[in-house]
């Protein structure tokens, strides 16, 4: 099992930067492919970013994408999201999320493909 802790939202203004962490706990993550997902209320679960076990690939939902960027410290067990040029927009719990190797194959951005789950961390962005 994985233990997926977020941290690092709040509340923030329009042009503002935040970088969200994701500890993880039980396991090494070292071999998981990582991705950050956003909910906002009454919309559903969206896709954000995600990064593969070496790091070497990332993949980015439009709407981040020059904005945001995925990393991932596999000796720390951690992932992280680097926020930049928030916008209104940008407001949703955001949630980490690990995929473990070996499973059915999903496409990154497809919440399927994932196992564990964090609970999330806030972010608001006001205008």
């Known amino acids: 099992q994985v233990q997926l802790v977020e941290s690092g939202g709040g509340l923030v203004e329009t042009g503002d930067s935040l970088s969200l962490s994701c500890a993880a706990s039980?396991?090494?993550?070292?071999?998981?492919?990582m991705g950050w997902f956003r909910q906002s209320p009454g919309k559903e679960r969206e896709f954000v970013a995600a990064?593969?076990?070496?790091?070497?690939?990332?993949v980015y939902a439009d709407s981040v994408k020059g904005r945001f960027t995925i990393s991932r410290d596999n000796a720390k067990n951690t992932v992280y999201l680097q926020m930049n040029s928030l916008n209104p927009e940008d407001t949703a719990v955001y949630s980490c999320?690990?995929?473990?190797?070996?499973?059915?194959?999903?496409?990154?951005?497809?919440?399927?493909?994932?196992?564990?789950w964090g609970q999330g961390t806030q972010v608001t962005v006001s205008s």
């Open positions: 990064i593969n076990s070496s790091g070497g690939i990332r």
């Open positions: 039980g396991r090494s993550i070292k071999t998981y492919r």
């Open positions: 999320a690990a995929d473990r190797p070996g499973a059915t194959y999903y496409a990154p951005t497809d919440e399927r493909g994932y196992d564990y």
